[in-house]
């Protein structure tokens, strides 16, 4: 079946970096785009990044233009979110989730892993 899970999260200073994985199994990553989310305490999911099947990135955020990039190694079955010169305000938990375009609906969700950004 299909399964997303991330990893990577943790615990940063501002100013930090991390780096978060999405490995897939149970489909064909190369035919899928996929997106990374974002779901602060109190406030509603919003999308982040997405990557779509020949490599191209979409920011669905502003906020994080120029600080974060996604990238996908089809070979590893992996997506992976580089997030440099974290902010407090990037705090929340951070899911990878299929989709057939960036501009689809997403299909499947991994269970989100934390991210963490305080002095």
């Known amino acids: 079946q299909v399964q997303l899970v991330e990893s990577g999260g943790g615990s940063v200073q501002p100013g930090g970096s991390l780096r978060l994985s999405c490995a897939a199994s149970?489909?064909?990553?190369?035919?899928?785009?996929i997106g990374w989310f974002r779901q602060a305490p109190g406030k509603q999911r919003e999308g982040v990044l997405c990557?779509?099947?020949?490599?191209?990135?979409?920011y669905y955020t502003d906020s994080v233009k120029g600080r974060f990039t996604i990238s996908r190694d089809n070979t590893k079955n992996t997506v992976y979110l580089q997030m440099n010169n974290l902010k407090p305000e990037d705090t929340a938990v951070y899911y990878c989730?299929?989709?057939?375009?960036?501009?689809?609906?997403?299909?499947?969700w991994g269970q989100g892993t934390q991210v963490t950004v305080s002095s």
């Open positions: 149970g489909f064909t990553l190369p035919d899928y785009a």
């Open positions: 990557i779509s099947s020949s490599g191209g990135s979409i």
């Open positions: 989730a299929t989709k057939r375009t960036c501009w689809s609906v997403a299909d499947y």
